[in-house]
């Protein structure tokens, strides 16, 4: 509990969560969380981007919460648009199997030009 609570800092009324490499970020409650990533989402400048990316522009926008990128995946994903239109999900590829085939290059003409280069 003391090593979380040391990354947290006050300022006046409002609570900060400090980093080594980071600016102060602004914690915020969950109706602050949601309004933030609807606003980055869909907003004026919003380009209905994925979590990872939306979560990292959260952070460079100088707020924070704990469970931020969990948040931001969930939003994604019950985004009517970003289903719709978002990049297809293919079937992971499988293993290829070897198979040995007697046509076309068994014999005949292919054989002799496949053989001759």
């Not at 606003?39 to 919460?65: N, P, Q």
Request: with cysteine; aromatic share 8%; glycine share 8%.
């Amino acid at each position: 509990m003391r090593l979380r609570s040391a990354k947290l800092v006050i300022v006046g009324d409002e609570l900060f969560k400090c980093g080594i490499s980071t600016p102060l970020l602004k914690c915020l409650t969950t109706p602050q969380a949601a309004y933030v990533i609807e606003e980055i989402h869909r907003g004026i400048c919003g380009m209905h981007s994925g979590a990872r990316s939306m979560a990292t522009r959260v952070l460079r926008a100088g707020y924070y919460w704990p469970t931020l990128k969990l948040d931001c995946q969930d939003y994604v994903q019950r985004c009517k648009e970003c289903q719709q239109f978002g990049n297809t999900h293919r079937q992971p590829p499988k293993t290829l199997h070897q198979m040995m085939s007697s046509w076309p290059f068994s014999s005949g003409e292919w054989h002799h030009k496949i053989m001759q280069g």
